[in-house]
């Protein structure tokens, strides 16, 4: 069983910053990639950012430039550095462990960029 813990979702003002901060405890097995995701009401979820094991990056397309994904791959952990905060950022952030046998999902926080 394994269990992600998200941390750091927060109210921030437009072109302001957060750190979203993921922790994974239990039998993780063998992880092959770790990210975050986000879904705002009535939208889908969709992919923020990705960082596999081997180190290759993924970044949707609205966040390139201004978001950062970092791992510790030997605390099971990942975390996004959000800078240039914009309204279109606000919306649950989940982050997500993928093994070859499963996919594991956090609770989710919420980041809501508002002045």
């Known amino acids: 069983q394994v269990h992600l813990v998200e941390s750091g979702g927060g109210l921030v003002q437009p072109g302001g910053s957060l750190r979203l901060s993921c922790a994974a405890s239990g039998s993780t097995g063998s992880i092959v990639s770790m990210g975050w995701y986000r879904q705002a009401p009535g939208k889908q979820r969709e992919v923020v950012a990705t960082?596999?094991?081997?180190?290759?990056?993924y970044y949707a397309d609205s966040v390139e430039g201004r978001f950062t994904i970092s791992r510790d791959t030997a605390k099971n952990t990942v975390a996004l550095q959000m800078n240039s905060l914009a309204p279109d950022d606000t919306a649950v952030y989940s982050c997500?462990?993928?093994?070859?046998?499963?996919?594991?999902w956090g609770q989710g926080t919420q980041v809501t960029v508002s002045s």
């Open positions: 960082k596999t094991n081997g180190g290759i990056t």
């Open positions: 997500r462990l993928s093994t070859v046998r499963y996919d594991s």
